[in-house]
């Protein structure tokens, strides 16, 4: 661990710039970010609620995440 942060850390930074400016070069890397913007979705597309029945934890009280989040919507008309 020590030589990691002590040698390895110091090259990387070191040497940082010469591997993104590779990485910018590669045609892979705009055709993958070109499949990933394709697939954000907009935000008015996400059904959140669906998204806090599924992905929230039972300890949480989800019906007061849901309360909310129906009180800032309309606050703000999202």
Known sequence: MEKYYNYYAKKMINNYNK???KLL?????DIYKKTMIKNIKNFKDI???KLI???INNNFNKEYIKNKFIEIKEKYNI
């Open 47 to 49: 059904n959140l609620m």
């Open 53 to 55: 029945d599924k992905y």
């Open 25 to 29: 070069d590669n045609d892979e890397i």
């Open 19 to 21: 591997y993104y400016k």
